[in-house]
């Protein structure tokens, strides 16, 4: 059973309708035994976007990464411009060997330090509801890389 955290990005309604799904996915399957995603962890003792919030989000955030077995990531972005928190967040886990598990909906080109640093690869949602996290079957990127 695995822990895993979610690296995605969520400030337009088309990138949080993509996260809701995937959390509804990781939720109906029975390999996962929790995931943590900040978009539903922004409250804080701080008032939001202030430097004390910023510390308490990125502490909790960069604990929840350490905690995890493996990393979920949508990949995503608005056109070829990758999310810089989606970004670090991936740097984060590969740099702690952590398997990362990528959606990717759209058709874009994906920058080789993330196509290279997956673990495994998909364009549908619905395959994180059957995924066997026990197993951990690799899967490559299949797209355009830049």
Known sequence: ????????????PEQVDRV?????????NPTVTDFYSPRLHQDAEHEQ???????EIFHRDMG???AADVIVTVIDFEAKNLDSGTAYE????TMSDKPILALQE???????????SMHWYTKNVADFETYDFNQMTPGEFVGEIL
């Open 106 to 116: 759209k058709n874009e080109a994906v920058n080789l330090m993330i196509t290279e």
């Open 49 to 55: 976007f202030t430097k004390p919030w910023a510390t």
């Open 20 to 28: 809701k799904r995937l959390e509804a996915a990781l939720e109906a």
């Open 64 to 66: 929840q990464i350490a």
């Open 1 to 12: 059973m695995a822990q895993i955290y979610v690296a995605s990005p969520f400030f337009s």
């Open 90 to 93: 991936l740097g984060v886990a």
